[in-house]
């Protein structure tokens, strides 16, 4: 056991003494215990704390934390420095971020039989300005709009005029 002052970032090897579904508590000498919070275990998702860690396990903890009132919280993926380091996600040579960019084969958006407004929405090369997308969704909006105006009128639904016209 290293003599390391107990401050946030110090690394130390301790002992489980307990897990529970939610962390394991670890005895990091000179009578400190901190707990590791299951998201801290390691660097994948951990459904269950028993598959990382064994009670009586020896294992190697950086402080991240201490509440006011003395409470220490570790993490063991973080002490672990390889996790640290990953390498960079490889990209195809002169190839966009996924963000960036429009399928060539893109189409406009496709109105389903369904409800109005039932809309797949694609993404369009040179959509143009803020404002030239707000206008086209005003005009594609007030459309709609009359379309079901003249829809309910043919139905003899709701007319702003009273029943029969009057």
Do not use: C
């Amino acid at each position: 056991m290293q003599e390391t002052k107990l401050e946030v970032g110090a690394i130390f090897e301790g002992k489980v003494t307990g897990i529970t579904k939610f962390g394991a508590f670890v005895d990091i000498g000179g009578g400190k215990t901190g707990m590791v919070h299951i998201s801290e275990v390691a660097p994948v998702f951990v459904k269950e704390i028993r598959d990382f860690v064994t009670e009586g396990q020896t294992v190697k903890v950086k402080v991240i934390g201490i509440n006011e009132d003395g409470k220490i919280s570790l993490s063991m993926k973080k002490a672990d420095e390889s996790a640290q380091q990953r390498p960079p996600r490889r990209r195809e040579e002169n190839r966009p971020p996924r963000q960036n960019r429009v399928r060539r084969d893109a189409e406009p958006p496709v109105q389903s039989p369904g409800r109005p407004g039932d809309y797949e929405w694609r993404a369009r090369e040179n959509s143009g300005s803020f404002e030239d997308m707000m206008s086209r969704f005003k005009q594609m909006s007030d459309e709609k709009i009359s379309d079901l105006k003249r829809a309910e009128n043919k139905r003899g639904g709701y007319s702003r005029k009273g029943p029969r016209g009057g």
